[in-house]
């Protein structure tokens, strides 16, 4: 073998890690050292992430588009697994079980919102200003903004076929434009809420974290003088966690290709594209046999350890954080700006007013933490909504990061309907007309699912 720089299928992993471990560190320092940068409220791994980016474009970092995708999409995974393997939750939210059907039903209506929005947008250019505009072209603002690239590009790349021109290219730029809003607007509402006192930022509570020795372990785990060290062990239950979703997520969707050949393509990209859902679903069973084994004593130690299971999610989401924004690309978009700017505002806007409304009624406890990590998801991805949440919670120590994964898990059978509008819409004028009025009725429904199934309202009023 070859262990010279010539073959850089050996080196390349290493020198884009190392790329993302630099601008990662080459932050650090400089939110350290730049109070403008530190009282901006900034993570480190977006500045990073936008570090990386500009160098990419300067022509200065040779970045591998394809791995740094990879990255994105098995950190996410990987993240939701560490915290899914904590022994201990946060404190429970108001609603008990049903938390997570509407979080599902929220996460949805918002999906509604910008479709909607999106709609009117492309079809009122398309009769207006723009008539050889694809009018459902702004269907691929909840793709982009609401499920993300991997759901844009697919969408857009079937629009393509029915005579979107640059269709895929458009909606990767949408997701792109989510992921942009999710952090430079996630980032200025987190220093409006600071200025007004409404929460206190990561830096500003570190001195009063309870720094005992049970802060770093549990009762019965592994002995420190083990003979395998306990991070190795931590590490070791979240590879194999993912082993096995992907074994499972592998057979679930070979059993779809047996059974249902028709709905092949849409439940397999929703399985894969998912995939953190079922890697948690499979953490929280190892996690559950974990402890049964113990009480049964099968085994005599506990496993995990809390501090290093929060320390490693961390890790993962920073390493996708800064892969994802690094990642973006904003090209071939000529003759599309002006639908692209006005999709980009409005679900900008729309999904903040839309979540401001139903989160102070669903998350009246921990309300900021539920806005803040829902924008951040619903413009970007889960990745980013866990990214906003760390600077308020950096410890996950309300339910608003569980909300995000329960809440995705309902979503996938709350969204079925959307994915028939979206493939419907294309196919006429009078369908896409159709898609908008169905969607509205819909997002009426949902909103009054929310509203009602949380029983009698104690909605926290904004001070």
Not at 69 to 81: D, P, R, S
């Amino acid at each position: 073998m070859d262990y010279s720089s010539a073959n850089m299928s050996l080196w390349n992993i290493i020198i884009q890690l190392g790329l993302i471990a630099g601008v990662i560190l080459l932050s650090q320092f400089l939110r350290s050292k730049l109070s403008f940068v530190r009282k901006s409220m900034m993570p480190v791994a977006v500045l990073g992430g936008f570090i990386l980016l500009i160098l990419k474009y300067l022509g200065v970092a040779k970045l591998d588009a394809e791995l740094l995708e990879m990255l994105v999409y098995h950190c996410i995974a990987l993240g939701f697994i560490a915290m899914s393997l904590r022994t201990t939750g946060g404190q429970k939210s108001r609603g008990g079980q049903r938390i997570g059907l509407r979080s599902g039903a929220l996460i949805v209506s918002t999906y509604l919102v910008q479709g909607v929005a999106g709609l009117i947008i492309t079809m009122g250019l398309a009769y207006t200003f723009m008539p050889g505009l694809f009018k459902a072209a702004g269907l691929l603002l909840p793709m982009g903004y609401g499920q993300g690239p991997g759901q844009a590009n697919n969408i857009g790349g079937s629009y393509e076929t029915m005579g979107f021109t640059g269709g895929q290219s458009f909606g990767l730029a949408i997701a792109a434009s989510g992921y942009l809003c999710a952090c430079i607007v996630g980032v200025i509402m987190l220093n409006i809420l600071s200025h007004r006192h409404k929460i206190t930022p990561r830096n500003e509570s570190k001195g009063s974290r309870d720094l005992s020795v049970g802060f770093f372990q549990d009762n019965n785990e592994l002995p420190v003088s083990d003979s395998i060290d306990r991070l190795s062990v931590q590490f070791a239950l979240i590879l194999l966690v993912y082993l096995l979703t992907y074994l499972l997520t592998k057979a679930l969707a070979g059993g779809v290709t047996a059974l249902a050949p028709g709905l092949t393509d849409t439940v397999n990209t929703l399985l894969w594209g998912f995939n953190f859902v079922v890697g948690s679903a499979v953490a929280m069973l190892v996690r559950l046999l974990l402890n049964k084994a113990q009480k049964s004593k099968i085994i005599e130690h506990q496993y995990q350890n809390n501090y290093l299971l929060n320390r490693l999610s961390g890790f993962f989401f920073d390493i996708m954080i800064v892969a994802g924004i690094s990642a973006i690309n904003m090209e071939e978009l000529s003759g599309l700006w002006l639908p692209f700017v006005l999709l980009s505002l409005a679900g900008a806007v729309l999904t903040w007013l839309h979540l401001r409304w139903v989160c102070k009624k669903l998350y009246p406890d921990y309300y900021y933490e539920g806005l803040i990590s829902m924008y951040g998801m619903l413009t970007g991805t889960i990745g980013s909504g866990i990214l906003l949440l760390r600077e308020m919670d950096p410890e996950f120590s309300t339910p608003a990061a569980n909300n995000l994964l329960t809440g995705s898990s309902f979503a996938i059978i709350f969204g079925a309907p959307i994915l028939v509008l979206v493939s419907l819409a294309p196919k006429s004028d009078l369908l896409c007309l159709a898609t908008l009025c169905i969607a509205a009725v819909y997002l009426v429904l949902l909103v009054l699912l929310i509203f009602k199934a949380g029983g009698k309202k104690q909605g926290a009023e904004e001070k």
